[in-house]
């Protein structure tokens, strides 16, 4: 996965990211929604309109207290968490 910072603040992060489709995105943008300090995230997957962009563009913002990028960890590892859960009820339905 390659990641690059578009814009970063201490409250607010764009990074495009490569590769990725709704699928990926709408995950991360609900673990980031679901964590503390997180007061928006959104992505586009086609920002520029005009057809030059496609890579999404996910855009976190905090409070003023919460790093943008500690929300973004916090985010990834809830995802993490959600799959490890999602691995372990299939294997104990099995």
């Not at 960890?73 to 339905?93: N, Y």
């Amino acid at each position: 996965m390659d990641l690059r910072v578009i814009d970063k603040s201490e409250t607010e992060l764009s990074i495009e990211i490569a590769g990725e489709d709704h699928t990926f995105m709408n995950v991360i943008k609900g673990a980031l929604l679901e964590t503390e300090g997180v007061t928006a995230a959104t992505y586009d997957v086609n920002p520029e309109q005009s057809g030059g962009q496609t890579d999404p563009v996910l855009t976190i913002k905090t409070a003023s207290d919460v790093d943008a990028l500690d929300a973004l960890e916090a985010g990834t590892d809830r995802v993490i968490e959600k799959a490890d859960d999602l691995t372990e009820a299939f294997e104990a339905a099995a």
